[in-house]
């Protein structure tokens, strides 16, 4: 390696929540001198940048999980974070809702979890007492869970990057990796901004994590299938429908939580997201396809497992993306009253979901350890919640593996 050119100890491919996350974390508490590798031109431009905004509880998740574990610990870890960085956020709590009779053993189960995973006061609730805490809704019976939240993440991730710059890290935006060499001492990872060198390395790179591992020589085993999740947004005149937020309750064998409302933090009420097929990976809207992408998709066998095995939940989301119509009906049965002309269309984000060769999707985060490297494969929500959690970990991981010095 040139002597001449800086060498990190760690470079971090990926600059939304959860790269710069590890970059504080590592900062804090390792003497390494670091660089954190962003694609695009700002940091959180991809999931953590059109995310829903919610700090989830931890209620839903399997107990003893990777996603039960640090969302729990994560959340209130930001909860934290936000009120030390004055960071708008807000404990608002929310209701889920059951509409009908066959959701109830669901419910049961939630209920369960969330004891399960030791959140703090939920509530069941009759269906008269649903309007105790939402006015507008209807259903047969309901949790109400008062540790969830809402939050500006965009606003938390630069605040990681800039805790990790006021330890000496370089954040670079404009900077794609798109090689990485390995050599005896250590790492060439090319990058649109030019070559860096490096003794270690971490891929936290969202919906490119799974190409990225390829690029450094490891073969993640699955392959990240792009889902993506519309906004409708409430026009102004609505928006005393909605308190804080309210969800259905979820399809068991779906990895998604139903289109919902969620009260936003810098004001506003946001419907959804559904979960559409993308045929891009950074593709926000229906025009958007990648060959290159759609391609790779359908050369996949776990592609065709997977959609064997959800066609008919797939149809059905893809009708709704295209009719407005049968997106309200679905807000309508949390909210009855609800008009067309009360919502329009809003944003959308891209979900990075890990499908393994047969089919399954993966359902907990997952981190995988190579020679001078860690790879983050898996972290679809409640991954901005659980960030400073995931970011911990794997910094923990690196520090052991790449042999750091405490700071
Ligand atoms: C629609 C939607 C709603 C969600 N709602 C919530 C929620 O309410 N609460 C919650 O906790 N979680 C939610 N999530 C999940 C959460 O947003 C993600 O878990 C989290 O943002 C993942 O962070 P990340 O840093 O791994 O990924 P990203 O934010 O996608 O960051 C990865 C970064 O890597 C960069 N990158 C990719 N390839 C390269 C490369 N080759 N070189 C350099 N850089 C590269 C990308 O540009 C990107 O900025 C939601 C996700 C979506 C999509």
Known sequence: MSSSTKRYDVAIIGGGILGTATAMALTRQRRVSLVVLEAEAELAAHQTGHNSGVIHSGLYYKPGSLKALNCTTGRELLYRFCA???????????????????ELPALDELERRGHANGLHGIRRLR??????YEPAVAGIAGLHVPDTGIVDYP??????AQLARQEDADVRTGARVHGVRRMPDGLVV?????????RSLVNCAGLQSDRVARLCGVEPGLR???????????????????????????????????????????????????????????????ADVSPGDMAELLRFPGFWRMAGRFWKTGMHEMHRSFSKRAFVAALRKLIPTLRMDDVTRAGAGVRAQAVEPDGLLVDDFRIVEAERMVHLLNAPSPGATASISIGQTIADIAARNFGLPAS
Do not use: Q
């Open 84 to 102: 030390e960085h004055g960071i708008a956020h807000e404990r608002c709590g929310k209701l889920v809702v059951a509409t009908e009779a066959r």
């Open 127 to 132: 269906a008269e007492e649903l309007h105790d």
């Open 155 to 160: 606003h938390v991730t630069r605040t990681f």
């Open 190 to 198: 090319e990058t649109s901004g030019g070559a860096i060198e490096c």
């Open 224 to 286: 990240i299938i792009p889902f993506r999740g519309e906004y409708y947004e409430l026009t102004p005149a609505s928006h005393s429908l909605v308190r804080n937020l309210i969800y259905p309750v979820p399809d068991p064998t779906f990895p998604f939580l139903g289109v919902h409302f969620t009260r936003m933090i810098h004001g506003g009420v946001e419907a959804g997201p559904n979960a559409v097929l993308a045929w891009k990976r950074e593709g926000y809207s229906h």
